[in-house]
């Protein structure tokens, strides 16, 4: 069987200092480097300048910043029509040697349609995700680790490394860009799920080294989760959320009286964008 032509998308939002380390890992992966499409929608042009050096023979996008999703789906139009297989990356990712083709391997089965490998924090070394669930009555996503969750199969993937069919990216629509900064990686597994009626994959023996996002405020994930819940129209959980934001604000304004017209308003707001936006 002929190997798949792996296509590579990466979103450099400012290029990470680590993108020097993904790019020695990517030339292990066997992918042309005309195969590769950075997009770069960050401000900081002497880092852009720095990864440009890096990868000099892909494609750069340079785009306003569409936010995560809006920059992998312009990315993805932009890979050469002979690209089979698409790999989207962060810039802060180190990949295991043959990582991405043995990730292709697995779509040799029909019934799955997206694959990556457990992530581990480059810091310490330890295991963050082995792909996603939804936990609770509250619907909340959350990574599974072996040391808290029951097995089972995956219902999203982080989106620092995932590997897809560019057919069943197109036939998808590629990610919601509702969401400008988490859970639209969440989305696209629920929808991968639900719409394509396929299978996800986490190659838990392979493996793929990131620092895990720190910077997800209430705004972000007050929003982001109610967004979510309500497109996949979860209400008991977008409920459960209402009040719990509800309990939230009213007990932070109690600790801090002097931020509480600031804390109504950022809670307030991610309320009404989350519900109708």
């Known amino acids: 069987m002929t190997s798949p032509r792996i296509g590579v998308v990466i979103v450099a939002y400012n290029a990470s200092p680590q993108a020097a380390v993904l790019a020695q890992s990517l030339a292990g992966q066997g992918v042309d480097p005309h195969d590769v499409v950075i997009v770069n929608n960050g401000e900081q042009p002497d880092r852009q300048a720095t990864a440009e050096k890096l990868w000099s023979e892909g494609t750069w996008l340079h785009l306003p910043n569409p936010g995560y999703g809006g920059a992998v789906n312009a990315a993805v139009a932009t890979l050469p029509e002979g690209v089979d297989v698409v790999a989207m990356l962060a810039d802060d990712v180190t990949l295991s040697p043959g990582l991405l083709p043995a990730l292709a391997a697995e779509l040799d089965d029909p019934q799955v349609a997206l694959v990556g490998p457990a ?43 995932a590997v897809m069919r560019r057919t069943d990216f197109r036939a998808l629509g590629g990610f919601d860009e509702a969401w400008f900064h988490y859970y639209q990686d969440v989305d696209f597994g629920l929808r991968v799920i639900r719409d394509l009626h396929k299978r996800i994959v986490v190659r838990t023996d392979l493996s793929a080294t990131k620092v895990p996002n720190e910077d997800l405020t209430p705004y972000i994930d007050t929003s982001g989760r109610l967004r979510l819940q309500r497109k996949h129209q979860q209400w008991t959980a977008v409920l459960l959320l209402l009040a719990d934001t509800f309990v939230r604000t009213v007990v932070g304004c109690l600790k801090s009286p002097g931020q509480a017209k600031e804390k109504l308003r950022e809670r307030a707001t991610a309320v009404r964008d989350g519900l109708f936006r």
Do not use: I, K
């Open 119 to 161: 992530l581990f924090d480059s810091r310490d070394g330890s295991l963050w995700s082995h792909g996603g669930t939804m936990a609770d009555r509250g619907n909340n996503p959350h990574h599974l680790r072996p040391e808290r969750d029951y097995p089972g199969p995956p219902l999203w993937l982080d989106a620092a490394v």
